[in-house]
């Protein structure tokens, strides 16, 4: 069974495991780059800070985080969530937006179900927009941020060298109020 639950500061651990994993993923099997962190360890005690401070952040104040997860019967994680608020106060009526379910949890309407989660969260919390960064070939996720309304506003060609292929990054937004 799957479980949908929000995170709090004492999840770092099973959190970070999940981020190893489902970034593991990026460019593997057939499928795009969806992360422009090629060997990246989430278990750093830097991101440890940065995940335990957002949480604990409110939302009126810079840098907050907000997280959801899926989590698995043996109490995994298998998808992620996170939205993130700016350090700089002028910007916090926006947050930004970042998602991963790992491959074998794929086309089962997680990333659908997590977003809907983070739109309503963000429309009942005065965050009147939703920006996230995608590669432009992940078909995937575009679709997926296209059907809930994101439109692209954005594109910065080549803004990646990834295993030495270049990739365009495009930024897409959505209102969730107004
Ligand atoms: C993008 C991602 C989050 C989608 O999650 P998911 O749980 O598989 O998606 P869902 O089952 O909820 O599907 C929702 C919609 O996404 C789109 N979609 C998902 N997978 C797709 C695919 N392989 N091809 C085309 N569209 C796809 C479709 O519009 C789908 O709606 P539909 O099922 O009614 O056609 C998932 O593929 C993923 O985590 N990819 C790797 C990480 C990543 O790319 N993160 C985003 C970086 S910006």
């Known amino acids: 069974m799957l479980t949908t639950v929000s995170l709090t500061p004492d999840d770092f651990q099973r959190w970070a495991e999940h981020l190893n994993r489902q970034i593991a993923e990026s460019g593997q099997n057939g499928r795009p780059f969806f992360s422009p962190m090629e060997a990246v360890d ?17 939302l009126h104040q810079p840098a907050w985080m907000r997280a959801w997860a899926v989590e698995g019967p043996d109490a995994s994680l298998v998808a992620h969530l996170d939205l993130s608020g700016s350090s700089i106060p002028s910007e916090k009526h926006r947050a ?83």
Do not use: C
């Open 42 to 58: 989430f278990q750093s005690p830097e991101r440890r800070a940065r995940f335990e401070n957002g949480l604990a952040t409110s």
């Open 96 to 178: 930004t937006l970042g998602i991963g379910v790992e491959d074998a949890f794929h086309r089962r309407g997680i990333g659908r179900e997590l977003m809907l989660k983070a739109i309503e969260f963000a429309a009942h919390n005065d965050i009147e927009w939703i920006d996230l960064f995608v590669f432009s070939d992940n078909l995937a996720a575009i679709g997926l941020y296209r059907s809930l309304g994101f439109v692209k506003v954005g594109r910065r060609n080549d803004r990646f060298r990834i295993s030495g292929r270049s990739v365009d990054d495009v930024t897409m937004t959505l209102r969730t109020k107004g």
